[in-house]
């Protein structure tokens, strides 16, 4: 069964600093997505960036960029200029084949002014 | 368009009692899904249906039930509540053969 881990319960960086939340997975698939998703305190999920796992090249919107690295099974977001707008819960999920997602834990994210 | 809406936001139950969260969306969407989100925990998935009728079970379906009579809704019954049921919900729909997932403001459930 496919599993995804997030390593690091909680982050603060101050405001306009670089983050890098970590993300891992185990799956025995070829073919799959990966996703990172944001919760603010307002609860709702919102989707920041996608990585389908057959494109090489790294996904990038506006100040949010990943590090895929798909013989190791990692998928980190790099989230660059933070703002504290960036302040969340911020979720790792991967998609199998029956598009099913598996999430992981979460990581607590904090900007401070 | 409303996308994906849940009612209500939150509910207090006592235990024993039964309700139904509700769950609608407008895009026509085939996939809906219900997922529970507890602390210290990444969403877990408790049924999903792939079309109006057809219905299946996630990693975490005891104590819930659903149907999906029309393509624009999908509640989720709760018929006996318990204390271990109290969580966040989320409803949650997506196209055939899309990955995206559109979520619903969620539902913060408390059994007493």
């Known amino acids: 069964a496919q599993t995804v881990t997030q390593s690091q319960p909680e982050m603060s960086v101050q405001e306009a600093e670089t983050v890098t939340l970590s993300c891992t997975y185990d799956?025995?698939?070829?073919?799959?997505?990966l996703f990172w998703y944001k919760q603010p305190p307002s609860r709702q999920m919102i989707l920041v960036i996608r990585q389908e796992a057959y494109k090489q090249q790294n996904a990038t919107e506006n100040r949010f960029s990943v590090n895929f690295q798909k013989a190791a099974k990692s998928f980190s977001l790099k989230i660059s200029d933070s703002q504290l707008g960036d302040t969340a819960m911020y979720f790792c999920a991967y998609m199998d084949s029956n598009y099913q997602l598996i999430w992981g834990a979460g990581t607590k994210l904090i900007i401070k002014p | 368009n409303a996308g994906v809406t849940q009612t209500p936001k939150f509910q207090v139950l006592k235990t024993g009692q039964s309700m139904t969260l509700q769950c609608a969306q407008d895009m026509n969407h085939e996939y809906m899904s219900w997922y529970r989100q507890d602390p210290g925990m990444g969403l877990r998935l408790i049924h999903y249906s792939v079309g109006a009728g057809i219905t299946d079970q996630g990693e975490v379906p005891n104590g819930y039930n659903v149907s999906r009579s029309t393509t624009e809704d999908f509640p989720l019954r709760l018929l006996s509540a318990a204390p271990s049921q109290t969580s966040v919900y989320f409803c949650?729909?997506?196209?055939?053969?899309?990955?995206?997932?559109?979520f619903g403001p969620g539902t913060r459930l408390t059994v007493l």
């Open positions: 799956t025995s698939e070829n073919n799959y997505y």
């Open positions: 949650a729909s997506r196209a055939p053969f899309l990955d995206e997932q559109f």
